[in-house]
């Protein structure tokens, strides 16, 4: 097996080192409030405090993976009128795409 070149090496690392992900994130009042106007409000953990445990959790695991995880503070209003826009209820799917459009807007890409 041929060891990779260093260009073949330089160009992993920066593909590595640009790969950003959009971490839904809240605090303990938007989180109730995005729950309740949530078409599937079972995708929720059953409290705030779980919630957060589960999502540091994964943060941490995408940062050891070598992701840079970047947190995007959920604005309930926001994301309410981001959905009635885009013709779409409060659902993972939907809460997902607007936190994807909400980073790239932010790193410009």
């Known amino acids: 097996m041929r060891k990779p070149t260093l260009s073949q090496r330089l ?23 995005v729950k309740a106007s949530a078409t599937d409000p079972e995708c929720f953990e059953d409290n705030f405090e779980k ?8 943060r941490s695991e995408f940062q050891r993976s070598g992701v840079r995880a970047i947190e995007c503070l959920i604005v ?12 779409q209820e409060n659902n993972s799917t939907s809460r997902a795409e607007f936190v994807s459009e909400s980073l790239s807007a932010a790193f410009g890409q």
Do not use: D, M
């Not at 690392?13 to 409030?33: D, H, N, P």
């Not at 309930?76 to 013709?87: F, K, V, Y």
């Open 76 to 87: 309930p209003e926001e994301l309410s009128a981001w959905c009635a826009l885009h013709g």
């Open 11 to 33: 160009k992993a690392k920066k593909r590595s080192q640009a790969l950003i992900i959009g971490l839904t994130w809240y605090t303990e009042e938007t989180w109730a409030q």
């Open 51 to 58: 919630w957060k445990t589960v999502a540091s959790k994964a």
